[in-house]
């Protein structure tokens, strides 16, 4: 079956740590997003790719990095700058044809502090 | 800033029964806006969307309901089930090019379906 498929569920940051999120698609989408979303609240962009080797910061990026050098992987970096990184992050895809389609999600990392 | 928002942030359905649930946007440039039900630790899955040029669409169970003129969108449930219960939001599109770049997403409704 097509998705989106986001390792691990859980994961767990030690102070001065810098974490990977993974996030791959075999749905042959173009553009890529990365969430965060906080308990009872909405969703907030962090990074989006619209093409490979491309990428654009979103509302929150501060504290982040992203990569996407396939177009199946747009992997987050959680890094040491972020001091505030608890929180449900999320990948989502769309097909970024030029017509408004939906994106569509995977089921999330969750990210808590050690 | 654009912003979503929504009415209720909680909402108790008798099972059966019909619900809905709104959402205001305040960019009155946004053209297509999409519902999404996430259950409780997973992503948010995909329920129906609208396009601006649109008022009504309907899909299986569901239809949306879009009224630009005073920025209001709202999803109708018919017959809730059991596994209608989840947290409901609403996304409106801020992308300036190709239409889907740029989701902004309102805090979200919890429907509760009462058996």
């Known amino acids: 079956d097509g998705g989106i498929t986001q390792s691990p569920k859980y994961l767990f940051r030690k102070e001065g740590q810098n974490v990977t999120l993974s996030c791959e698609q075999n749905l042959n989408h173009d553009a890529m997003y990365w969430y965060r979303q906080d308990p009872g609240q909405g969703l907030r962009l962090i990074y989006y790719s619209q093409i490979v080797n491309d990428f654009q910061k979103g509302d929150i990026a501060e504290g982040y990095s992203v990569s996407r050098e396939k177009k199946e992987s747009f992997p987050l970096t959680v890094t040491s700058a972020q001091k505030n990184p608890t929180a449900f992050y999320l990948c989502?895809?769309?097909?970024?044809?030029?017509?408004?389609?939906?994106?569509?999600f995977g089921d999330g990392t969750r990210l808590s502090i050690l | 800033g654009e912003s979503v928002g929504l009415h209720l942030p909680t909402l108790s359905v008798q099972e059966g029964d019909n619900s809905i649930i709104n959402c205001a946007y305040s960019n009155s440039a946004s053209d297509y806006f999409i519902w999404y039900k996430q259950e409780s630790g997973k992503g948010p899955q995909f329920i129906i969307d609208?396009?601006?040029?649109?008022d009504k669409r309907q899909g299986q169970r569901v239809t949306v309901l879009l009224n630009k003129t005073v920025k209001h969108l709202s999803l109708q449930i018919a017959a809730t089930q059991p596994g209608d219960s989840a947290v409901y939001f609403c996304?409106?599109?801020?992308?300036?090019?190709?239409?889907?770049?740029?989701?902004?997403f309102g805090t979200g409704t919890r429907l509760t379906i009462i058996p």
């Open positions: 609208i396009r601006s040029n649109m």
């Open positions: 989502a895809s769309t097909s970024g044809t030029g017509a408004n389609q939906p994106q569509h």
């Open positions: 996304a409106e599109n801020t992308g300036p090019n190709f239409g889907n770049e740029k989701l902004t």
